[in-house]
């Protein structure tokens, strides 16, 4: 087991980029939340590895095809990249909703994939993300569930969780607040320099 890897697992929609209804199709959809790219970065300089968990039903929907999925993952890589940041990997479901497959969130399948690939148990590894279902997700995982209301849930606060979220789920403003936040708790002699 690798126990030396610093990891933080993010959802896409909501936490990296603006969600949409109408799902991101193309890259022209693709458009990152303010801070976000920069907070990513940030986490590479302090020695983190950043990998997504995405649900990705517009696959499994017939709404873009692998094709469209890799064009918007590609941007978002190079935008990120311009930023001096970086992700190492991108674990997606590309069931709809309706499949009942193990790796849609709320399910832990895609995290479960994420433990199998690093060889390390996800035990209190940060997973951030924009909704309920990232937050069951990560809760299942064993993963520390952090909240970003730049997505689904822009009205939850810390003292009014929802009922259906785990108690140990921690409310950021946004995916800066968190690095903030991550990057306080972390010790300095765990940084990269």
Known sequence: MNTHLKLVILDRDGTINRASDEFVKSPD??????????AISRLNHAGFHVVLATN?????????????????????LKTLAASGGRIDAI???????????????????LLHQIQERYGM?????PY??????????AESAGCA?????????????????PQDF?????????????????????PAADAVV
């Open 29 to 38: 959809e693709w458009h990152p939340l303010p801070g976000a790219l920069e």
């Open 56 to 76: 990705q039903s517009g696959l499994g929907r017939g709404l873009f095809d692998m094709a469209a999925l890799n064009a918007v993952h590609s941007c978002m």
């Open 91 to 109: 674990f997606y479901c590309p069931h709809a909703p309706d499949e009942g497959c193990t790796c849609r969130k709320p399910a832990p399948g």
């Open 121 to 125: 148990e996800l035990q209190g590894v």
């Open 128 to 137: 951030v993300g924009d909704s309920l279902r990232d937050m069951q997700a």
């Open 145 to 161: 569930p952090h909240l970003v209301k730049t997505g689904r849930h822009p009205d939850v606060t810390a003292s009014l969780l």
């Open 166 to 186: 785990p108690v140990q789920t921690q409310v950021h403003a946004d995916l800066a607040a968190f690095v903030d936040h991550l990057l306080r708790v972390t």
